[in-house]
């Protein structure tokens, strides 16, 4: 069975620095691979998605994440993080059973943004 | 173009009394899906929808809830009766179809707490 772990439960950042959040994955084949950010009260949002080719995806809000199949991870980073990305980050893996997909949510990395 | 709508948006109720949910999906999202998540982890799969037809309620405890989809539009997604381990935050979600996993749109979630 499919599963993700997100090594870091919480990480703290500058505003301005850089960010790289770190989700691995285990899954038999090439597996969809997605981020997802929560802010508080709110639903989950896609960042941005990896199904196939380039293994460098550019997502919304300047975010991009890089799959590395060898390392079997799918890290989110971003060059200057801004006060407003302070959020819930998940890492999901997706799957194709049978004839409809199935996504395996990782626990979570919560950031937090010094001003 | 209206998202996820999900009420109440919180709940508070005493275990043992039923409660449910209200999920109306974007229009023309012919998938939907309810999620469990508790606090500090992703969300977990309770039942997914293609239309009016639940292709995945495994994840379901089916002793206590129970779900609907008419006309495979709206959704209700009910228990009874709750129990104190029930409180959580209830997420529905909802994509165009099964062809792109894990390109979900979610609502904003209802948090119940069971005392």
């Known amino acids: 069975a499919q599963s993700v772990t997100q090594p870091d439960i919480h990480i703290t950042v500058s505003e301005g620095a850089s960010l790289e959040l770190r989700c691995n994955y285990s899954?038999?084949?090439?597996?969809?691979l997605f981020w997802y950010v929560q802010s508080p009260g709110q639903g989950l949002q896609l960042l941005l998605k990896y199904f196939s080719g380039d293994t460098l995806v550019q997502g919304i809000k300047g975010f991009e994440a890089e799959f590395k199949r060898s390392q079997s991870s799918f890290n989110l980073r971003k060059p200057s993080v801004h006060w407003s990305d302070a959020a819930e980050y998940f890492c999901?893996?997706?799957?194709?059973?049978?004839?409809?997909?199935?996504?395996?949510f990782g626990p979570g990395t919560s950031l937090s943004v010094i001003p | 173009e209206a998202g996820v709508v999900q009420s109440p948006r919180y709940k508070i109720i005493e275990k043992k009394q039923p409660v449910a949910f209200w999920c109306n999906p974007i229009s023309g999202h012919n998938t939907l899906y309810w999620y469990l998540q508790n606090l500090g982890q992703g969300p977990e799969l309770l039942i997914r929808y293609e239309n009016e037809e639940a292709v995945d309620d495994s994840q379901l405890p089916k002793d206590r809830f129970s779900a609907e989809r008419l006309k495979g539009v709206d959704s209700t997604l009910k228990i009874q009766p709750a129990e104190l381990g029930d409180s959580a935050v209830y997420l529905c979600?909802?994509?165009?179809?099964?062809?792109?996993?894990?390109?979900?749109?979610f609502g904003p979630g209802t948090r119940l707490t069971v005392t």
């Open positions: 899954y038999g084949a090439t597996p969809y």
């Open positions: 979600a909802s994509s165009l179809d099964s062809s792109r996993p894990g390109e979900q749109y």
């Open positions: 999901a893996v997706g799957t194709m059973k049978t004839s409809y997909d199935k996504v395996i």
